[in-house]
């Protein structure tokens, strides 16, 4: 049975120095390719550009040798984790493209490489064939490292032996093809140590790699010979976002820099711990094992090169593949993460990320779908958890916030979110500006909610006027009509460049030297403007300015970034093969639940419970803006999904007794609530009834396992709890529009007294000509029929709590109905047959309830409601229901069925390391040591608990047992790590 790993290697020995800006920041790589677009289109062609400094080049196949042909260009291009990956897939040619290293053959050296097969997951491919030395040559497949004949070597299927290859077999730990398929990506690194040449003559420093195609005796790259059977003879198909070569041996701490960069970049997971390239230990794989699932990152690492200011895996589960589901939306570059990627997690806006700021979360590995939480009802939680892991300093709430200068603009702040509006009434043009200028490069400013009669300015920099010639400010000049102008050096341009809708949100990036537009989350690549060179290093404040129109101007919402901590934004997908049960796109319906406890589970009666900000129907996404994580948070999703809510309490019967109970204390709804409890096993209604109140107890039960329905009893429901006696009346919008019609509603209690009916009064709901002219009064248990505003004096009839009440109006006359029974009669006067009724009902008399009042007729209006006088509350139901199953255990029925416990990943191989004290009493000075099945190179260090690197001792010489000295000067707990170039061994140790 195969180990399941995402990357492979094959020899290691020996060291190496750092340089800036390379991979991990393992310095001097002979080759770094990375895929960069040839020109300024992010949708056109790319080509791999080499970052080592050699200013080497991907061709396509020349019979003139690898150095001479043109450079290979490709537009089929997929982006991981929002990062190009060149595919070097041919349909025209079965030739190769060739890559000529300069100053080295390769002979001693360390490949790494990137793939992400699209195709012929099960088949194996050929990655790359290397030659320098003649007659040395290597081909690296997907399983197998083949040598050339001339070596007389055998080839080496490594997938057999360490189980680490890139092709799936029956005997991998995953079950299918399709789930081998999910991990597909991964990172194959190959080891070369070739004796020195002993002619007095030397060797040749140059060495060729070759991608893409099939092996073939006529390719002049090649300077050995191959034998290939046909099955092992096939192109590679897919993506490879990144080449690496070094002409040594990397130690394997070094190794695991190089892989941690690449697995933060384009989010795979690793089944080792993450280092970053200062050897800070990043992600702890053996500290939280039940979270080493899809482990993702954003990450600042300028030795690298890498800024990750958002993140999301690579590893989506079956049908979400990421070989062919882009992750941008519409797979272009120019929008945001798309719908296939479930959880996204970044930066807000532009927030700063310090040079080596990490946060990374891993998940639980449980599925996305919703369950109930027990004790609550109307809300469902996912079962998938993650786990947080950052060093991103905690910001207090001043340091949060953003001031702004204001001259002739009122700015609102509620939290991150401003408004800004212009008088209509005071000076031409009004201008804010913020307070401190941006803590980086990047910066943004986004606008939405627009009601303006004015043109408008939003740009970044100088803090002294709006627009300067000259000066360093760079931003936009935007029309009533939508027209868009850049703003380059202070000066507006004479050409517009984009016509936008002001009901659109806009937002303005700067990135560095480029600032540009977002018109509802796409970018618009007419609008990018390229900061001058002698701008970079100059302050830049964020300013907006609204002209004077004819009447006053707003701009309703206004966020910022960039300029102070706004924390971070998580987006999931609600699409149909994600999250597809948080698909509602109401704001008030899906929540982010985060635990700061650390005690390895959330309880939401304790988790920070955050509201969705935002819904992007477009991309299906539930968007949570300004996200504070800590490390140890655990973080999921929870649903509501019913206006009612509320929480349950249950009772266990006694021994085979029917004295079990439910207790059910409603928080939200509108009542009257009908419930019904339903037996499992038998299907039976056990119980029902209707309740007026937010509380319902169902007595009398036998243990079991129940389905609870509640169900608002519907229509609207009047509330009057002023004791002043005063005019409060409520009033339907419209009228009938024909002339039958009907109005009911229950009773709710015997104590409060009202008036309910038909006016024919077409003046506003304040206005005293107000009355009832034909209709009902109820006081206390009583009714009375009211007629032109006089109630009469005999008792129409008494009433019980949950009678339903219903005055049916024709033409010319009425119904009384108590309970579906018709209860009186009335006409109505030949003089009003062709006059407006509206509803009206009047709780002048002090505190009332009237509840699921429902009009028939009026509903023929699409604007069919009721207006109020402000001292009578409306609240309108929407039929609402929820279905909670409970289980009532009796003793005497065995043991209620328990969940089966999880199975929790172990510890990374700790078994296999030893650590002690070198001396009895002395905790100070500890040995570690590690046995192997077969000799090993190996690197161990020390960290302390929050990642630093205490200490590293490289032992490059192949050992069964190798061990290590640590000296510890301060007291504490201390991580200490033994890394191979196959995984890594784990133990904790305490130093007193």
């Not at 009434?425 to 803590?439: D, K, S």
């Not at 990036?509 to 480029?514: A, D, L, P, V």
């Not at 107000?770 to 005999?794: C, E, M, P, R």
């Not at 509903?859 to 039929?879: P, R, V």
Request: hydrophobic share 35%; proline share 3%.
């Amino acid at each position: 049975m195969k180990k399941r790993f995402t990357h492979l290697l094959l020899l290691s020995l020996c060291t190496g120095s750092l340089f800036a800006q390379s991979p991990g920041g393992v310095g001097s790589p002979e080759l770094w390719f990375q895929a960069r677009p040839t020109g300024t289109d992010l949708n056109g062609t790319y080509r791999w550009q080499d970052f080592s400094g050699d200013s080497l080049r991907l061709n396509v196949y020349s019979d003139q040798g690898a150095a001479l042909g043109d450079e290979f260009t490709n537009s089929s291009v997929r982006f991981y984790n929002g990062n190009p990956t060149l595919s070097l897939n041919k349909s025209l040619d079965t030739k190769t493209r060739d890559v000529r290293l300069k100053r080295t053959n390769l002979s001693q050296a360390t490949i790494i490489g990137l793939f992400a097969p699209n195709a012929n997951f099960d088949k194996e491919m050929i990655l790359y064939g290397l030659n320098g030395r003649p007659g040395q040559g290597v081909l690296v497949t997907t399983d197998k490292i083949i040598p050339s004949i001339e070596s007389g070597k055998s080839k080496f299927d490594y997938g057999q032996l360490e189980g680490m290859d890139l092709m799936y077999s029956s005997t991998d730990t995953e079950a299918s093809v399709n789930d081998f398929r999910v991990k597909s990506m991964r990172i194959a690194a190959y080891y070369r140590s070739i004796p020195p040449a002993t002619s007095i003559w030397g060797e040749k420093d140059i060495a060729t790699l070759s991608l893409g195609s099939t092996y073939s005796k006529t390719n002049v790259n090649y300077n050995s010979t191959f034998s290939l059977t046909s099955s092992e003879n096939k192109a590679f198909t897919g993506y490879i976002p990144e080449l690496i070569a070094y002409n040594r041996l990397l130690t394997p701490i070094e190794r695991r820099r190089v892989d941690s960069y690449l697995a933060i970049k384009y989010a795979l997971s690793l089944p080792v711990s993450y280092i970053g390239s200062n050897e800070e230990l990043l992600w702890d794989y053996a500290a939280n094992p039940a979270y080493n699932n899809r482990i993702t990152a954003i990450y600042r690492d300028k030795s690298s090169g890498l800024y990750q200011y958002e993140s999301g895996t690579s590893y989506e589960e079956l049908t979400n593949y990421s070989d062919q589901n882009d992750y941008f939306y519409n797979s272009s570059p120019y929008n945001r993460s798309s719908a296939s990627r479930l959880l996204v997690l970044g930066r807000q806006d532009a927030s700063p990320l310090k040079d080596n700021n990490y946060l990374f979360w891993g998940d639980n590995n449980d599925a996305i779908k919703i369950k109930e939480i027990e004790g609550k009802l109307g809300y469902k939680i996912m079962s998938r958890q993650w786990l947080v892991k950052t060093n991103i300093a905690v910001t207090t709430p001043a340091e949060r916030a953003l001031a702004w200068q204001q001259y002739d603009l009122v700015i609102g702040t509620n939290g991150f979110k401003s408004s800004v509006t212009k008088s209509s009434t005071t000076t031409v043009q009004g201008v804010a500006y913020t307070a401190i200028p941006l803590a980086d490069s990047d910066g943004y400013l986004g606008l939405s909610g627009f009601s303006i009669s004015g043109d408008f300015y939003i740009k970044f920099g100088s803090n002294q006027s709006i627009l300067s010639n000259g000066s360093h400010d760079y931003g936009y000049y935007i029309t009533t009509s939508g027209s868009v102008y850049p703003i380059i050096q202070g000066v507006v341009s004479a050409n517009s460049v984009l016509s936008v809708v002001l009901a659109s949100k806009i937002e303005m990036e700067k990135r560095g030297n480029i600032v540009f537009l977002r018109v509802n989350g796409t970018r618009q690549a007419k609008t990018e403007i390229t900061i001058a060179a002698s701008d970079m290093n100059k302050p830049y404040y964020g300013a907006i300015s609204m002209l004077k129109g004819g009447s006053d101007s707003k701009i309703g919402e206004l966020r910022h970034g960039g300029f102070t901590d706004t924390g971070n934004k998580i987006e999931l997908s609600y699409a149909s093969t994600r999250a597809a049960e948080f698909k509602d796109n109401n704001k008030g319906r899906s929540f982010l639940v985060i635990d700061r406890s650390g005690s390895g589970s959330i309880d939401v009666n304790t988790a920070e419970i955050i509201e969705v900000d935002e819904v992007d129907i477009t991309r299906q996404k539930a968007v949570f803006n300004n996200v504070f994580l800590n490390t140890g948070d655990e973080f999921t999703f929870m649903y509501r999904e019913s206006d009612i809510a509320g929480e349950i309490e249950v009772t266990d019967p006694t021994c085979n007794q029917t004295d079990g109970k439910i207790k059910i204390r409603l928080t939200s709804g509108n009542p009257a609530f009908n419930y019904t409890l339903t037996d499992v096993n038998t299907g039976q209604v056990v119980k029902s009834g209707k309740e007026f109140d937010y509380t319902i107890e169902i007595n009398g039960l036998r243990g079991g396992t129940y389905d609870l329905a509640i169900t608002e009893a519907g229509g609207f429901n009047f509330q009057n709890i002023d004791t002043t006696i005063k005019p409060t009346r409520a009033k339907t919008t419209n009228c009938l529009p024909v002339m039958d019609g009907a109005l009911e509603w229950t009773i709710s209690n015997l104590t409060d007294s009202y008036m309910i009916g038909y006016t024919t009064f077409v003046e506003d709901v304040n206005n005293t000509k107000n009355i009832i002219h034909y209709g009902l009064k109820k006081q206390g248990a009583n009714l009375y029929i009211v007629t032109n505003g006089k109630v009469a004096t005999s008792v129409l009839t008494s009433v019980a709590v949950g009678d339903v009440i219903r005055i049916e109006k024709t033409m010319s006359g009425l119904k009384y109905k108590k309970n579906a029974t018709q209860i009186a009669t009335g006409s109505i006067s030949w003089l009003d047959y062709l006059l407006k009724f509206y509803g009206l009902i009047d709780t002048s008399f002090g505190p009332a309830e009237i509840l699921n009042v429902t009009a028939t007729g009026f509903f023929n209006l699409a604007d069919y409601n009721w207006t109020k006088m402000d001292n009578l509350t409306i609240g309108q139901s929407n039929n609402s229901s929820i279905i909670y199953r409970v289980t009532l255990d009796d003793p005497c029925n065995g043991d209620p069925q328990e969940d089966p416990q999880q199975t929790v990943q172990t510890e990374a191989e700790s078994d296999n390391m030893t650590v002690f004290y070198k001396n009895a009493g002395d905790t100070r000075s500890v040995t570690a040591r590690v046995t192997f099945a077969e000799p090993e190179v190996v690197t161990f260090t020390a960290y302390s608990m929050t990642g630093v690197l205490i200490k590293k001792v490289n032992l490059p010489t192949p050992r069964v047992l190798q061990e290590a000295d640590f000296d510890f000067t301060q007291s504490g707990v201390y991580i200490i790590k033994a890394i191979t170039t196959t995984g890594e061994f784990s133990k904790k140790v305490m130093v007193k």
